[in-house]
């Protein structure tokens, strides 16, 4: 396989057999993912469990993603197993940025929320005990959460949009 060969750094003029097993040419390469699902190898974990060789990115590549499959092969056929290594790099990647997305999410509307529900809780519960002055001053407080919220979702949107967060100072 072509290029499961490139995926391995086998040079094109190396013939069968290669030095090693599969998963110590892998290793020099790659690290391996998640770690305790490669203890059995080659065994064929669960169906629901994949294993994963994993390229890190560096400043002249990005990272690689290959699933590994193990399947065993009949006696006699000249092998044990057969190996299958699929490039689900754009997936894993687009699982990365989709949680990335969700916990900026969570954190940008929680933090301006909690402090606007707090505030209005307070003006809610305390009003009857507190003087005019007061009462503007948690009104004024609970305007710029619910104004910061404003412009977190408008901030949210706009990278839903463009693809990008909007520079911020901090």
């Not at 072509?2 to 790659?30: H, I």
């Not at 954190?107 to 519960?125: F, I, M």
Request: zero cysteines; aromatic letters at 8%; proline letters at 5%.
């Amino acid at each position: 396989n072509p290029q499961a060969r490139v995926y391995l750094g086998l040079v094109n003029d190396v013939e069968p057999p290669y030095q090693g097993t599969f998963l110590s040419r892998a290793r020099k390469e790659y690290g391996t993912e998640p770690s305790d699902l490669w203890e059995d190898w080659p065994v064929a974990s669960a169906q629901h469990n994949k294993r994963y060789l994993v390229r890190p990115e560096t400043g002249n590549s990005n990272a690689l993603w290959l699933q590994v499959e193990s399947l065993v092969l009949p006696t006699g056929s000249g092998s044990d197993h057969l190996v299958r290594l699929g490039d689900v790099t754009a997936e894993i990647s687009l699982n990365i940025e989709m949680y990335s997305f969700s916990q900026m999410v969570h954190h940008k509307l929680r933090t301006p929320l909690t402090s606007l529900y707090g505030g209005v809780q307070y003006l809610a519960e305390e009003s009857k005990n507190l003087n005019a002055g007061e009462i503007a001053e948690m009104a004024r407080i609970a305007f710029n959460g619910i104004d910061n919220l404003r412009q977190e979702v408008e901030d949210i949107l706009q990278y839903v949009n463009v693809g990008r967060m909007p520079s911020q100072g901090a």
